[in-house]
């Protein structure tokens, strides 16, 4: 079995049916982790899918494989890649991280100028993240937003979170800020233009020495 043996693509109201079956292993999933997630209904997963703010990934005989939605909080400035999960029949293929590329993809697409974050105690999805070019963050620097928050009453570790003021908890927060990664951007690209006029000189000196040395 191997990725290619999977359609990932964004949801849509053909895909609601599938819904119950993705709230049950959200469910599970935390349960095996001992940590908790947003416990979401299937009612509100498949509004995602009709608002076109999920992905899933299906395997070719139909059967679904994976799932990530998205949340946007503070009036949109935040955005979040939330209830990652694979089925766990088809795990060890690479269809989280694929997942995780088409779901970051759309939230750029739909909000170009949100910050995009996540909470998570998996390595896997640290890794993940690091690679679309998250950065580890403290709390405060995610959202404010009280509904977010609430979320995390369904989790394990609330009492932790609540305890320290939600300054830090069990979870690592990591973030993408557009604005950082186009200064990045920038920066980068003017170092590079820095070097080609340095060559540039360079190259222009080695030639008035050739030249001088001609004329001797």
Same mark, same amino acid.
């Given at each position: ?28 999933? %935390? *349960? !095996? ?7 979401? #209904?299937?009612?509100?997963?498949? &509004?995602?899918?009709?608002? $076109? ?42 269809? %989280? *991280? !694929? ?7 759309? #939230?750029?697409?739909?909000?170009? &100028?949100?910050?995009?974050? $996540? ?11 690091s690679e679309l070019g998250y950065e ?81």
């Amino acid at each position: 079995m191997t990725i290619q043996d999977f359609d990932i693509q964004v949801a849509s109201a053909q895909h609601a049916d599938y819904a119950p079956f993705i709230c049950d292993e959200m469910a599970e999933s %935390a *349960k !095996a982790r001992g940590t908790g997630i947003a416990q979401r #209904s299937p009612e509100y997963v498949a &509004d995602k899918m009709l608002e $076109g703010k999920a992905v899933i990934a299906l395997h070719k005989d139909g059967t679904w494989a994976g799932f990530c939605y998205i949340e946007t909080w503070s009036h949109g400035d935040f955005v979040a890649n939330s209830g990652l999960i694979v089925n766990p029949i088809y795990r060890k293929v690479g269809l %989280a *991280k !694929a997942i995780k590329q088409k779901v970051f993809e759309l #939230s750029r697409k739909k909000y170009p &100028d949100a910050k995009i974050f $996540g909470l998570t105690t998996g390595l896997a999805v640290m890794k993940i993240n690091s690679e679309l070019g998250y950065e580890p963050v403290t709390y405060s620097e995610l959202t404010q937003d009280e509904n977010f928050w609430q979320g995390c009453k369904s989790c394990v570790n609330y009492d932790i979170l609540t305890s320290k003021e939600r300054k830090n908890c069990m979870c690592t927060a990591m973030l993408f800020d557009p604005a950082d990664k186009a200064k990045e951007i920038e920066h980068k690209s003017a170092n590079m233009s820095r070097k080609a006029t340095l060559f540039e000189r360079i190259e222009n000196a080695i030639k008035s020495f050739g030249q001088d040395i001609k004329l001797f």
